[in-house]
């Protein structure tokens, strides 16, 4: 039998997992944690760099049209400007003056409570699966206390950035219950403000880069002109990004400090851009299953044509099934010349590209595939957490917890044990196997405690693999036993067919 805790408890228990066995740690802990920082510990920095090595090499290394950079944290200042986030990267907040608490105003939803054609009061919820039958649960009360009599309308949910100013004393706050004490929305910057050089005046001021795709813009004259690319080419970038999100939640999934996986692809601006951005879509989702995510939990967000952004063709948001609801895994959008056109305004410099094949310059567009490295963490996570049962060694069905990593990413690729320490031949021969593996992968060398034992330890991480060196071992063919971690199922296989199952299903 295998089981999902329920999504309430499913995120508690891989946040208590991940602290446990060593992948995340609340940043500063030992100073009470530092909210929306994360740092990743010996298991959690193995998965992360897996999964960068993983997106590098198949968006990079293994495609002739995409280039490799890494620019910058801190970059010239008018970089902000010229991409219009020092104006405009913003978002809705509201304060609750009682409690003191503030909220994003488009993740606070609220409603009136209409009875028999009346409102007779609001009520406000914030962003969460269960949002709609909370709310109503609270109309049904508001309305028995009133007593009063008639039909209850239904209840529509609006978020409150679209508020009318006569009703921001009406709204209850969601931290007291009680109307009269949440602001209107004010719009609160985003991006970490630092100062550069010894001035300590405003012309000092620098920013952490808030996305990765900036310094792809700042670089893309430099690429063209030293590279041999031709139209449509990508540019990739791996880095840190910054933004200081006025509710960072939900463990890794927002936080303040987070790494991004960001492509610029530029296309002809006559391209068959639709074409080209389901083409990117394809890419991302095979990606995605490629490192261990369930086909049927990926789903497209297409964004409707009036909400997109002025610049904005289209956009289409990758949606995982996380622990907490459906949400924002990856971005495909399409962002036209924008950010080209604004960065050759600003800095004076053309950002024209001539194209051998058409004999054309023109500036290119952008299809933009924009991934979280964090937030693909939490999906790899969330899919490969399972609680199931198996027997322990005296033949008890016990349950177990796993996670069911994808031996390409997963933190330790193979476990090596001997069955008894205090048999000197067969530790030997495990040492020698385990230093043999360790100059390709990450692997673990176990002597402690009872196979049974070291087999739930190593499936409590993730550990595709365990290898035991037994006396058929040593006695008589030099096989070892081959143990699968999801399956349990085990078979005795040759130093050489071991070694070839593990390139197949590490490096393949
Ligand atoms: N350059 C486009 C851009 O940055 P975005 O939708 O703001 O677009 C892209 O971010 C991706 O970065 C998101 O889909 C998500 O995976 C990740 N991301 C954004 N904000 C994040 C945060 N506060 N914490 C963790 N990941 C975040």
């Given at each position: ?13 891989i ?36 999964i960068?090595?993983a ?15 890494d620019?910058?944290?801190?970059m ?39 009875v ?102 700042a ?58 951005h ?55 959008a399409?962002?036209g ?34 991934l ?22 005296k ?21 090596i ?7 000197p ?13 360790q100059?390709?992968?990450?692997v673990f ?17 993730g ?46």
């Amino acid at each position: 039998m295998t089981a999902k805790a329920s999504s309430d408890g499913l995120m508690e228990e891989i946040v208590g997992l991940c602290k446990r066995r060593g992948f995340i740690f609340p940043s500063s802990e030992i100073y009470g944690g530092y909210n929306g920082f994360y740092d990743y510990g010996p298991l959690g920095v193995e998965l992360r760099n897996n999964i960068k090595q993983a997106w590098w090499r198949d968006m990079v290394q293994r495609r002739d049209d995409i280039e490799g950079l890494d620019s910058t944290i801190i970059m010239h200042p008018d970089i902000w400007k010229a991409s219009g986030h020092v104006d405009g990267f913003s978002d809705p907040m509201v304060d609750c003056r009682e409690s003191k608490l503030r909220y994003r105003a488009d993740q606070l939803f609220f409603a009136p409570v209409i009875v028999a054609g009346e409102t007779i009061g609001y009520v406000s919820v914030v962003e969460c699966p269960e949002q709609q039958e909370i709310a109503e649960k609270a109309a049904a009360d508001i309305k028995r206390k009133a007593a009063k009599q008639g039909t209850l309308e239904p209840i529509v949910l609006k978020d409150y950035t679209e508020s009318k100013p006569e009703e921001y004393d009406l709204v209850p706050s969601p931290a007291t219950g009680k109307p009269g004490s949440l602001t209107a929305p004010r719009e609160f910057k985003l991006m970490f403000e630092t100062k550069v050089g010894p001035l300590a005046d405003d012309s000092a001021v620098a920013y952490l880069r808030p996305e990765t795709a900036q310094g792809i813009f700042a670089n893309y004259k430099n690429i063209v002109d030293t590279g041999r690319v031709k139209i449509p080419f990508g540019i990739a970038q791996i880095g840190k990004a910054f933004r200081n999100e006025i509710t960072p939640r939900n463990f890794i999934f927002r936080s303040r400090e987070f790494e991004q996986m960001e492509i610029e692809y530029f296309i002809a601006p006559s391209a068959d851009w639709k074409a080209l951005h389901r083409e990117w879509i394809d890419t991302c989702i095979d990606w995605l299953v490629s490192i261990g995510l369930p086909r049927e939990d990926i789903s497209e967000d297409i964004h409707p044509e009036d909400k997109l952004a002025f610049y904005s063709r289209a956009t289409t948001d990758l949606m995982f099934q996380f622990p907490h609801g459906e949400q924002e895994l990856w971005g495909v959008a399409c962002r036209g010349d924008y950010d080209l056109m604004q960065h050759q305004e600003h800095s004076g410099k053309s950002m024209t590209i001539f194209d051998e094949a058409s004999k054309e310059k023109f500036v290119p567009h952008v299809i933009e595939p924009s991934l979280g490295v964090d937030r693909t963490l939490l999906a790899v996570l969330t899919a490969a957490y399972t609680i199931d049962e198996v027997p322990n060694d005296k033949g008890k069905v016990e349950q177990r917890t796993l996670l069911k990593f994808s031996p390409k990413i997963a933190p330790v690729k193979a476990a090596i044990f001997p069955l008894l320490k205090n048999k000197p031949e067969l530790v030997e021969r495990a040492q020698a196997l385990y230093k043999k593996l360790q100059r390709r992968w990450n692997v673990f060398y176990d002597a402690s405690g009872a196979i049974g034992r070291r087999y739930r330890r190593q499936d409590e991480i993730g550990t595709p693999f365990g290898i035991t060196i037994d006396f058929d071992t040593i006695e008589k063919d030099g096989t070892v036993t081959l143990r699968d971690r999801d399956t349990c199922e085990q078979r005795r296989v040759t130093e050489d067919e071991l070694i070839q199952f593990l390139e197949e299903q590490i490096d393949g």
